[in-house]
């Protein structure tokens, strides 16, 4: 067996960070990560620590009336030649630094460190976020263990820039199909183009009006783009299927049924197949714990456009936002970075919150 | 070294068929083949016999005043379940059948059997025609020995319904390139989507008026479309590129040129790469050898809308045209088949017009 990773929960978040990204985690391959991490926080003898495959789970049982669960992901996108990481200038260079290990590091230094919260904290780090949702490692925890995540309230450190964003739009992604019959290409007309024909499809997109609903006093902006097309047989060979796979995210003020009704309403003329679809989540900004915490961050709160795991703590009836260092336009580049400065700021603005 | 197939030329050419069929020639497997052919015409005291690669030249030198080339490959498409050969019902059934063994069983008959024919007789059998034109048997002999194809007029035994086909249409395929910037998909505007774009592309193929030209007597017919799309980065992100592949069928009257400049044109606003072309063919009906043999197959000529080789005859200063027994509608389909009467139909009709 190899040596592992030792955490050194004392260094400075942003040192700490580095550290972070310099233990390659790419989804799949967290158990490096996850075996320093449940290492580093069972040596802290005011959590109950417990794993589940790669995700790991640290708790304060102080008896206090609230529960505040403080969630992020280990795992990264693949690697792209940029790890390990590397400062210059006051910002941190490498995979994951945005998306979302500062968010991992401010966690480890809360839990090592904030020995006595004025909540109770449930410190969730979870495997898979970066990959197809049935390997998710918050989705596994909250089937294996859903008593786990119990809260009254969620923040998932997700990238947000600093700014506390509330709840989370869903996604669906569709097929839709245009047929035809196939012939040889030097005779066209003895077939119908299946390629010519979604000409139809697209042109729907094309006019698409996309809504922007307030939702609980956050706007979300919804929109509709085709995000895959392929057709063809060979190459004298006219197509007799092209399919376009069509991603909607839909505000929270529409469930999963609802958008999938609007898909096949709009693509009447089609074959159209809901490949897959994740509800989104309302704001969650209502009880008194999110209510201290957005006050605690200041500024204006503002809708979550993309998709987060606060939609699985949602599921759970956990009232979730996310606020986290990360620039989220920076995540998945192999330009990916995150300010020394921004990370420190969320950790002071989360332990004086914490602590009461 | 295993025993070769031995072919008898004796047969029926129905039976001769069956006989090609049952021994294997996948484009790049000619080689069994090729060495049955070669050893059977090795046999006629009366041919001079030359092999190059998988093609086998037969010819005859009786210093008749007019040579004819009769040219076929004997190569098929994969198989598809359909070897061995059947018989049912006056139908010769298996791949290969109708493009082109039944052609290539009628080459060998005549190669052996007319002893004196009225013209010269250069018998070509060549591979790889089912596969990308750089591979083509008839393109390396015509590179490697272009004076054993020099013919006054050169007959293509592909299938045509037993109607003489003059000429072919010119193939061109270009992809057609829409361009867009990436961005996540939940914020879709703040990029710009390549296959919505790609619309304007579709909408060009939808509107295009095909022309139908007359060439020299004889009416082709255009087409221009689409028989590949793709576009699509993951699932979540907006595609920055999309790709369709047109198939321009062009008229024996226009250059791949003039043709490459025509798809240019009418896909302006986008960029466009010629990936291959190939010119066609004009009908190659004039000369004196190829009256009589029009005159000799009877009804009317018609043009030929696929691209053939034989515009590579045409290349070579050759007039040509398609003709055999086979039905082209039925060439690559798992159901192929030939009528053993129309096979013999042919072969009747060549060998009295060879005869003289």
């Known amino acids: 067996m190899l040596p592992g990773v030792k955490l050194d929960l004392s260094l400075p978040v942003g040192e700490l960070t580095a550290q972070l990204v310099d233990v390659e985690s790419v989804s799949g391959s967290e158990g490096p990560l996850a075996d320093a991490i449940e290492g580093a926080l069972r040596e802290c003898g005011h959590l109950t620590v417990e794993r589940d ?11 206090r009336p609230q529960r505040v669960a403080l969630a992020g992901h280990i795992d990264t996108v693949p690697i792209a030649g940029n790890v390990p990481s590397r400062i210059d200038d006051g910002l941190l260079y490498g ?18 460190e904030v020995i006595a919260p004025a909540v109770d904290v449930t410190y969730v780090f979870y495997d898979c976020e970066e990959v197809e949702a049935d390997r998710n490692g918050l989705l596994r925890l909250s089937r294996n263990s859903p008593a786990s995540l119990a809260a009254d309230f969620a923040i998932l450190l997700e990238p947000t820039g600093g700014v506390v964003e509330g709840g989370c739009q869903g996604t669906l992604r569709a097929e839709v199909r245009a047929t035809g019959e196939r ?10 183009n299946a390629i010519h024909d979604a000409a139809g499809i697209l042109e729907v997109l094309r006019a698409y009006q996309a809504r922007e609903p307030v939702v609980d006093g956050l706007t979300f902006r919804e929109g509709l783009s085709a995000v895959g097309i392929s057709g063809g047989v060979a190459g004298n060979v006219i197509p007799d299927e092209c399919i376009v796979t069509v991603n909607y995210r839909f505000a929270p003020d529409r469930s999963t049924e609802q958008a999938a009704e609007h898909v096949r309403e709009l693509f009447g003329g089609w074959e159209v197949v809901v490949t897959d679809a994740a509800g989104g989540a309302r704001p969650g900004l209502h009880g008194p714990a999110a209510s201290s915490f957005a006050a605690a961050v200041g500024g204006t709160p503002r809708a979550k456009l993309g998709w987060t795991d606060v939609a699985r703590f949602s599921e759970l009836g956990v009232p979730a936002v996310n606020y986290g260092p990360g620039d989220p336009l920076l995540a998945h580049s192999r330009a990916e970075h995150a300010e020394l400065s921004a990370i420190a700021g969320c950790e002071a603005t989360m332990r004086t919150w914490l602590a009461g």
């Open 183 to 192: 012939a040889h290409s030097a005779r066209a007309w003895m077939g119908s």
């Open 53 to 63: 495959g790669n995700a790991v789970v640290a708790r304060t049982d102080l008896g």
């Open 95 to 112: 995979c994951g630094t945005s998306d979302m290990k500062s968010g991992v590091a401010i966690q480890l230094k809360l839990a090592a």
